[in-house]
């Protein structure tokens, strides 16, 4: 680049050169990689540069997420504690977004690996230096900050609601304080959770429909044959017949599974992250096992799938 | 009497739509090698399929061997047609893909027929390997004895030379012209102009779904006559040679390279080669070479194409 | 000068396949060509070099230090495949940027880079449009400018002008003899086309079942002999006895003359007996080998 800048008066005329120039600046290398890729993954998934209708599904997906807070927050509002039919405040509110949040995962998950994978783009970044799992941590990065920012975004709406509704503000926030922490942490935990398996389902297969189904189907499926196995009671008793009329003794229910259905109900994917949203928020647990085996579940659903991203992308190949 | 064509194209049009792929084209295709260009999107793959009878012109008529194509499955058997892309499936060996395209045709002696084939391709060894296991120019190869298998009279070749190396384009080239030798007709379409140049006796080229020029390349350079010819002479004594090249009227302008050669615009080209010897000598410069710069199928293309 | 690319009993085989065996050579400066064909070796040439796979035995170095054991190795290579590998919903403008960023170079100046870049290989307003809507031509050179964007010492190209027609094939050529030539990036070009090679390359190294058959610099291969090829429309044998007459033989081959092992003698005298029979002069010039000769006439497999 000149120096000087050029003469622009008198009889002089200059010529620059326009050929090729060497890149003589800094080279950052596997850090702004990573960094690049990040940003382009959460670039990718909020449609940000790619025109009007690839924004439309986040859009409503976001919108999705805060909805419940507000319809929460009004009724509080206009008619007061009637609010808690909805769901149970802060801790009740991850459940209550559950469902939209792995249709956010299985739909939106698939955009960060397949197309890179199915259009081998993939092949231009694998022979830049960074290791191919440079590039699978960070969409994993950028797609965990978005779900944590959906997930955060409602229970924001909720607190500054719940605060501002209470008759004393400072009193609700003195004694509520503790579900700041909890939102963040349970927060953290479901989209940890809600990251993992809808991104590892991706890492297999390159065709974007077919993960989403995947994913869709694998937590229907677990959910509704679960729940057969284990709500739907028999209750076998005894019908006696006494004095020309017939009476039913000891009715005693219990699952198909009898009491395998404790353990049947681990199989239930979509309520590890919820059965962790209780434990932070410090309420009875759903499961009638020690805490310890819900957690080893959930830890198996989160770990096994991103090792499983992690593992894959090691082995990729041009 | 000539021969009769192979291949007759009479005033063909397709369209699709609103889109006009092939606009009016005549053209006759007589035996030997005759080589199909244009620039992409031009409409050759069209014509090659419609004159394989896989595309019913929108309007005018296509005859092959004297008879309409379109439907005419008799004569299909005296076709070989090689398109650019065709779905292989990699389990079958070599030969069990001639064989199965030699049933298709109702070859008689079917294994006699395979063995020829293949033979003529030279892939005798590699036949019983399945077709995944074969490299593209190998793959290319197969392909071409199940083109041939049924020794088809009339050969449509599009892009036979995808992925083929320098050995295999040598074998190629012998092998078509061992085929025109015994009176077939063969068509092929290629962007390797290099090859074409060498192999091809006549071309016809295809610009945005017309026939843009036909025949002889050279002779095809002749009629562009808004392209003077460019010419490189290399001599003893440039500038002297130049000064009395100058004073012809056959000559546009001459340029002193660099190099010392001189390039000269010719539109008189002819009289310009009949007379440069006797220039030369007049002067007392010794002629070292002459040679056309833009007489190249290459430069004739890249003229009709931008005309 | 150490060269750039350097391969020493560069051996690699796949379970009992060989793909590469004993490979030894040098690339350095300049556009050098790797001709050969589909099952030859190249691609895994170009995968180890790239520090994609490791060899069996013997080693690649690029700049001095092997690829396969760091990846910062890949910081001054660019590496243009030859199959599809563009992102449709994106703006060229916008993928450089990335691509450039991704191998290492800051926003600002990965932008400053991008826009430089685009213009040296020739897109225009395209730039900013998807990248989806392009010609195969744009696309080749939005493929070469992702290669080019991070300033490599040396870039790798794979059959750069596979699918492109005539004219594409001519402009690709042409961007690439400027890349090498003018704007001083060295260039490894692996293709199965000697065109290619004869165009652009300096230097070609011959691969064949995974050895190295031939090396040496392109003008070795295609350099003028001593033999003068006289080619006229008419005239062959008044021309032939007037030679003879002043001691010159002349073989006649199709339209051409053959003059072996001609002097300033042999061309006066041509030039003479070409001005008294006043025939139509096409073309006068020595005999040059083609890479093709290369494959005529050693014999197969070595």
């Known amino acids: ?318 | 009497m000539t021969p009769a064509p192979s291949i007759e194209i009479n005033s063909v049009s397709k369209w699709y739509g609103s889109v006009v792929a092939v606009n009016d084209v005549s053209f006759n295709v007589m035996p030997g090698i005759t080589g199909l260009l244009g620039p992409n999107g031009a409409g050759k793959t069209t014509i090659l399929h419609m004159m394989a009878g896989l595309a019913k012109p929108s309007d005018g008529d296509i005859r092959v061997l004297g008879e309409p194509i379109r439907g005419n499955y008799k004569l299909y058997s005296r076709i070989g047609v090689m398109s650019e892309h065709e779905a292989v499936y990699n389990v079958f060996t070599g030969r069990q893909f001639v064989e199965f395209s030699a049933k298709m045709q109702g070859v008689d002696d079917v294994p006699a027929a395979v063995d020829r084939a293949i033979e003529l391709v030279n892939l005798a060894d590699a036949q019983h390997r399945p077709l995944g296991t074969y490299s593209r120019g190998m793959r290319q190869r197969m392909r071409l004895a199940a083109t041939l298998v049924h020794d088809p009279e009339v050969l449509i070749l599009d892009e036979p030379l995808n992925g083929t190396d320098p050995r295999q384009r040598l074998e190629f080239h012998d092998l078509m012209q061992k085929l025109a030798s015994e009176g077939r007709t063969i068509l092929i379409s290629s962007h390797i102009l290099e090859e074409v140049e060498t192999l091809a006796e006549t071309i016809l080229l295809v610009v945005s779904g017309k026939l843009a020029a036909a025949g002889d390349y050279r002779a095809i350079r002749e009629k562009l006559d808004d392209r003077p010819f460019q010419l490189r002479i290399v001599c003893s004594d440039p500038r002297k040679l130049a000064a009395e090249l100058v004073k012809l009227s056959a000559i546009d302008s001459v340029a002193v390279e660099d190099d010392g050669s001189l390039t000269v615009f010719s539109r008189n080209v002819a009289e310009l080669q009949s007379s440069i010897a006797r220039l030369a000598k007049a002067a007392d410069v010794r002629l070292i070479q002459l040679e056309p710069l833009d007489e190249s199928l290459e430069s004739v293309f890249s003229y009709v194409v931008s005309r | 000068m150490p060269p750039l690319l350097q391969a020493a009993g560069l051996t690699k085989h796949y379970g009992s396949t060989i793909a590469l065996e004993d490979a030894t050579f040098d690339v350095h400066e300049g556009v050098t060509g790797l001709l050969g064909p589909n099952g030859a070796g190249k691609s895994t040439a170009i995968k180890l070099f790239l520090g994609l796979i490791r060899p069996t035995s013997g080693s690649a170095e690029v700049l001095g230090t092997k690829p396969y054991e760091t990846v910062e190795g890949r910081a001054r290579l660019g590496y243009m495949p030859e199959h599809e590998c563009l992102p449709s919903s994106v703006t060229a403008s916008e993928f450089l940027m990335h691509m450039a960023q991704v191998s290492g170079l800051p926003p600002a100046h990965a932008r400053t880079r991008t826009a430089d870049i685009l213009r040296h290989v020739g897109l225009d307003e395209e730039r900013y449009r998807a990248i989806g809507e392009y010609s195969t031509g744009m696309r080749q050179r939005v493929k070469l400018a992702q290669a080019l964007v991070h300033d490599p010492v040396l870039v790798l190209l794979d059959e750069p002008t596979a699918g492109l027609d005539p004219g594409g094939r001519e402009e690709m050529l042409d961007l690439i003899s400027r890349t090498g030539h003018s704007f001083g990036i060295s260039i490894m070009l692996s293709t199965h086309l000697m065109g290619d090679i004869e165009r652009t390359a300096d230097r070609v190294i011959v691969l064949e079942g995974g050895r190295v058959a031939q090396e040496g610099p392109v003008s070795d291969f295609t350099k003028d002999t001593t033999t003068l090829l006289v080619e006229v429309d008419d005239h062959h044998d008044e021309i032939i006895t007037a030679l003879s007459a002043g001691g010159v033989t002349a073989i006649r081959r199709g339209q051409s003359l053959v003059i072996e092992d001609a002097g300033d003698a042999e061309l006066d005298a041509v030039r003479d007996a070409l001005a008294s029979s006043g025939a139509r002069l096409r073309r006068m010039a020595p005999h040059r080998g083609t890479l093709t000769d290369i494959f005529r006439d050693a014999p197969h497999g070595v």
Request: with cysteine.
């Open chain 1, 1 to 318: 680049m000149a120096s000087e800048p050029p003469v622009t008066t008198g009889p002089q005329g200059e010529v620059f050169d326009l050929g090729y120039q060497r890149y003589d600046g800094p080279r950052e290398g596997r850090s702004r990689a990573r960094k690049a890729i990040y940003w382009d993954g959460v670039k990718l998934i909020l449609g940000i540069g790619r025109g009007p209708k690839s924004k439309i599904l986040p859009l409503l997906l976001f919108i999705g997420a805060m909805f419940p807070a507000l319809v929460f927050v009004i009724i509080l509002s206009v008619a007061g504690d009637v609010a808690g039919f909805l769901f149970d405040g802060p801790a009740g509110y991850n459940g209550m977004i559950s469902t939209l949040l792995i249709m956010f995962g299985a739909i939106m998950a698939p955009e960060l690996f397949t197309p890179d994978r199915k259009d081998r783009v993939l092949d231009l970044y694998l022979v830049r230096p960074i290791t191919s799992t440079d590039y699978a941590m960070a969409r994993v990065a950028a797609f965990m900050s978005i779900v944590l920012a959906l997930v955060y975004s409602g229970q924001i709406v909720l607190q500054l609601g719940l605060i501002l509704t209470a008759t004393e503000p400072w009193g609700y926030i003195k004694d509520n304080w503790q579900d700041i922490p909890r939102f963040i942490g349970a927060g953290f935990l479901v989209a940890l959770f809600i990251t993992a398996i809808p991104m590892a389902v991706a890492t297999f297969t390159n065709r974007r429909a077919y993960a989403s189904v995947f994913v869709i189907g694998l937590f229907m499926v677990t959910a509704v044959t679960v729940e057969i196995l284990t709500q739907v009671e028999s209750c076998p008793g005894h019908a006696r017949s006494m004095n020309g009329e017939i009476i039913l003794d000891e009715l005693e229910c219990e699952p198909l599974t009898g009491d395998a259905a404790k353990y049947i109900e681990l199989l239930n994917f979509g309520a590890a992250p919820l059965f962790m949203n209780d434990l932070v928020f410090d309420i009875e647990s759903r499961s009638e096992l020690h805490d310890a085996i819900p957690i080893g579940a959930y830890g198996v659903y989160t770990v096994i799938p991103l090792a499983l991203i992690w593992w894959q992308y090691r082995r990729t190949r041009i």
